[in-house]
């Protein structure tokens, strides 16, 4: 965005009128400097999900290919024991090959119930070790290309028909919106509902008066003014959703981690029908280069914090699941063998999982390339068999309803789809 002087003098003289007063009385002013209207006409499709695990989630040890003997043969202190091995905590079988961490437990049940996906061997076509590069490439749905300025998420709300003015229709939950959201349709960050609500609880005829100020200096058709009237409308939609009692306490309890309280945010968002379309979640810490852990340790500590709340947000939304579908993804799988230092190395080949009532689940999909030497790529990883392009294109055209998959994902042909989404 290129800030004109014009916008300078806006930002310097919102500030300097803000210092005058506490940060309470200035969230209090921001009411009312614009009318939000939801008109919501309704997505076709699911509201989408999408969390990214940053760091680079070792998929090896979140599904583990028991039944692959090379995993035993190359991992000594890091690989989980196999189902009935007589260790106290094992894998927890899928289906006689595959099994999850025990530490993914709470996926079980949803496992169970065949609304969980799991896509194995699963990556981007363009290999790197960087997770800069790597998380750019996911995000922005275009392997090896850094000219595409737009998020694959952004495309596909443009692309999709939608009808939707709400300025709560994408939102990532956290303090920047992922680069998968942007494009030109505007997206909010909101961390949490307290920080985020303005509310007016102060008839004084001064602030008001300072309020009509700010607003009429946003009307000069500047990149930031747009920018301003979609966080104004959110934040009055949010303030409006707070008094009147939707944003309503969970049926379940979330971790307190701050994934465990972004899944709770996100479900109150969704109960709040506010029009969400699409948001995004970040859950970092996965780079497990050192004292990664096997049954305990860093890497089992991620996996239950991931696992508990996305199991609570799955019964916290009940029915409501009917229409949402969860996708996961991370920068790259980590290193079949493991390093020195306790942990694994940047690899290739990871685990996806989706998850929705309209999901095919309870089924492993993707190829398994193997883990012999002669099946690993360069220079010791899991091989990508499946694009992670197809999990998500899938998605779009099944879930959501939009079939300009080629805007979506440019230069992308997409093959036979897995059939993991009804």
């Known amino acids: 965005m290129t800030l004109t002087r014009r916008d300078l003098l806006k930002l310097m003289g919102i500030n300097g009128a803000a210092g005058l007063l506490s940060r309470a009385r200035v969230a209090e002013i921001f009411s009312g400097l614009t009318a939000a209207l ?13 969390i990214f695990q940053r760091g680079g989630m070792d998929g090896l040890n979140a599904v583990i290919p028991y039944g692959d003997p090379n995993y035993y043969r190359l991992r000594s202190s890091l690989r989980i024991p196999e189902p009935k091995s007589g260790a106290e905590k094992t894998a927890i079988d899928l289906d006689g090959f595959f099994g999850l961490h025990p530490s993914l437990f709470p996926l079980k049940n949803i496992w169970d119930e065949q609304t969980l996906a799991i896509v194995h061997a699963v990556g981007s076509p363009f290999p790197t070790h960087s997770h800069f590069d790597a998380m750019d490439f996911m995000e922005h749905g275009s392997p090896g290309d850094k000219n595409l300025q737009s998020g694959w998420l ?13 300025p709560l229709r994408a939102v990532s939950i956290g303090t920047m919106v992922q680069s998968s959201l942007q494009g030109s349709v505007s997206a909010v960050a909101l961390s949490s509902v307290d920080e985020f609500r303005f509310g007016r609880r102060y008839d004084i005829p001064s602030l008001f008066e300072f309020e009509n100020s700010v607003a009429s200096s946003f009307k000069f058709g500047s990149p930031l ?3 301003a009237s979609v966080a104004f409308q959110a934040a009055e939609i949010v303030d409006s959703i707070s008094i ?23 479900a109150q968002l969704i109960k709040a029908e506010v029009g969400l379309e699409a948001a995004t979640v970040d859950i970092g810490g996965w780079d497990t280069h050192i004292d990664q852990g096997a049954i305990e340790g860093q890497m089992p500590r991620l996996l239950s914090d991931l696992s508990e709340s996305l199991n609570a947000f799955y019964h916290d939304m009940g029915e409501e699941m009917g229409h949402i579908t969860i996708v996961t993804m991370s920068d790259f799988g980590r290193r079949v063998t493991e390093n020195a230092g306790g942990g694994t190395d940047h690899g290739y080949g990871n685990v996806m999982f989706v998850i929705g009532r309209n999901i095919a689940g309870g089924k492993v999909y993707g190829q398994w390339p193997g883990l012999a030497p002669e099946n690993l790529a360069d220079p010791g990883d899991l091989a990508v068999t499946t694009d992670f392009r197809t999990v998500l294109g899938e998605i779009v055209q099944k879930r959501l309803l939009n079939d300009r998959l080629a805007e979506v ?4 042909v997409q093959p036979k789809f897995l059939g993991l989404a009804k």
């Open 409 to 412: 994902f440019p230069g992308f």
């Open 225 to 227: 003014d747009s920018a």
């Open 38 to 50: 939801v008109e919501n006409t309704g997505s076709r499709g699911d509201i989408l999900v999408c």
């Open 244 to 266: 009147d009692g939707r944003l309503s306490a969970p049926s379940v309890e979330y971790p307190e981690s701050d994934f465990g309280q972004s899944m709770r945010l996100l």
């Open 154 to 166: 952004a495309r596909q709300l443009e692309t999709s028909g939608s009808q939707n003015l709400s």
